[in-house]
């Protein structure tokens, strides 16, 4: 059968990596729910204006009309044989919509939890530089470059750090992280369909146990 795969994981735990080795070597779309609202924005559809029309007012954007997008941007056809969730859902309601969804769709559904300690995770975040010219990911604490705040492929450009990964905001990020996200760690462990990856490991070898599990699970 074909998966919906729910990635989950806290802010720097390596989910991004994942969705993109999965992506590639799966050839399964990498749903973000961030993506489809920044492209509805955009966007002169009937949903899009519904979308925009919300976010003007500073409200949030209820689990209906969440669903609704996902609903939209998961029935194309480059989901046929299943995808991959990044961001969605975020909580029990969400999920339970999903299994609607889920059975609609014909796909069935598997949650993959990245684990990794939480002081090692903000060094992973508060640690992160990346270079504005190739995009590559430096880490002053695990992977620092050649230069001192250069890119190793551009000496001549300083790196930079994105303006939520300061020290302040990876707590509050972890902690609301932690609030929404344990509830919907025991939805999926109550119908046993939650495998957990050790996140402290190589990204390669994660994602050979991910792609071990979901090659067991059918």
Avoid: W
Avoid at 15 to 43: C, H, N, V, W, Y
Avoid at 47 to 69: F, N, P, W
Avoid at 186 to 215: C, N
């Amino acid at each position: 059968m074909s998966k919906i795969i729910v990635l989950m994981g806290a802010p720097g735990a390596g989910k991004g990596t994942q969705a993109r080795l999965l992506q590639e070597r799966l050839g399964l779309p990498q749903i973000s729910t961030g993506d489809m609202f920044r492209a509805l924005a955009e966007a002169s559809t009937p949903l899009a204006e519904e979308v925009r029309a919300v976010q003007s007012t500073g409200k949030l954007i209820s689990d209906d009309l969440v669903i609704r997008v996902v609903h939209e941007r998961t029935n194309r056809e480059d989901c046929k044989s299943g995808y991959i969730l990044d961001g969605f859902p975020r909580t029990t309601v969400q999920a339970t919509m999903l299994e609607r969804l889920a059975v609609e769709q014909g796909h069935k559904v598997s949650a993959i939890f990245v684990d990794a300690p939480f002081e090692v995770l903000e060094k992973r975040t508060t640690g992160r530089r990346i270079c504005p010219v190739c995009g590559e990911i430096y880490n002053v604490y695990f992977k620092p470059p050649k230069f001192d705040n250069a890119c190793d492929q551009h000496p001549e450009t300083q790196l930079i750090q994105r303006t939520d990964d300061t020290a302040e905001k990876i707590k509050v990020r972890l902690e609301t992280y932690k609030q929404q996200t344990e509830p919907l760690l025991e939805y999926y462990k109550a119908s046993k369909r939650l495998f957990k990856v050790d996140g402290m490991r190589d990204p390669q070898k994660i994602y050979e146990d991910i792609e071990a599990i979901l090659t067991g699970d059918d």
